[in-house]
């Protein structure tokens, strides 16, 4: 398996500028997750999807984020607009649930505001 | 709720050397706990993990975990420690449910000195 995959890999856009993150998680996992990390706060949880349904949101700073799982193979995080304390490198991790917790990341997005 | 503890922020050891990060955590039940380790510029990659049986568990690159659940603890160790052993370490807990998520600790960084 390829793991998961994650695009772009670097993003450097200007403030008030849609972003869109994208990941393909593991095929097969039930769980997907976003996550933010920053030197000041450290790894963050921002939302996870079980078979495709957001369950738990309650890390997403604020309205301009927002994160759909269309199907298992495929999920996006959005800002819009984006401000540079967006600034951090976004991981996805999927895990195959039915009692594994095991989180497999990805390799993450470095996004610059600027 | 469910916690994890890293008391250290930054570890410095000679190479050779001995290594030991401390990890508590705080869980309702009998929790699943991971090891995952990030290099610069990498996503986190699971070291190892225990979900129950033997308390002393083995992972990748010569680390161990032991599980005390007296102490409510899951130290990892490494007899000898490498230079490539220079990262970030992340101490996770999750439940035996098919929640899928873990809690994840603030994170050790280990400096290795020549």
């Known amino acids: 398996d390829a793991g998961v995959i994650q695009s772009p890999r670097h993003e450097v856009t200007e403030m008030g500028q849609e972003v869109t993150l994208r990941c393909k998680p593991i095929s097969g996992h039930d769980y997907l997750f976003w996550y933010r990390q920053t030197m000041m706060r450290g790894l963050e949880l921002l939302i996870y999807f079980n078979n495709n349904v957001p369950i738990d949101d309650s890390g997403m700073p604020e309205d301009r984020f927002s994160a759909k799982m269309p199907n298992a193979s495929f999920s996006t995080l959005k800002i819009q607009p984006s401000e540079p304390r967006d600034s951090a490198v976004y991981f996805c991790?999927?895990?195959?649930?039915?009692?594994?917790?095991?989180?497999?990341f990805g390799p993450g997005t470095r996004l610059t505001v600027l | 709720a469910q916690s994890v503890t890293q008391p250290d922020i930054h570890i410095t050891v000679s190479e050779g050397a001995s290594l030991e990060l401390r990890c508590n955590y705080s869980?309702?039940?009998?929790?699943?706990l991971f090891w995952y380790v990030q290099s610069p510029g990498q996503g986190l990659q699971l070291l190892l993990k225990?979900?129950?049986?033997?308390?002393l568990v083995q992972g990748i690159k010569g680390f161990e975990a032991e599980f005390k659940r007296s102490q409510s603890s899951f130290n990892l160790r490494k007899p000898s420690v490498h230079w490539s052993d220079a990262a970030e370490y992340f101490c996770a807990v999750g439940g035996r449910t098919n929640a899928g998520q873990s809690t994840f600790g603030d994170g050790t960084t280990l400096t290795v000195k020549p």
């Open positions: 225990y979900f129950s049986g033997d308390t």
């Open positions: 869980y309702g039940a009998t929790p699943y």
């Open positions: 991790a999927s895990s195959r649930g039915g009692g594994d917790n095991t989180q497999y």
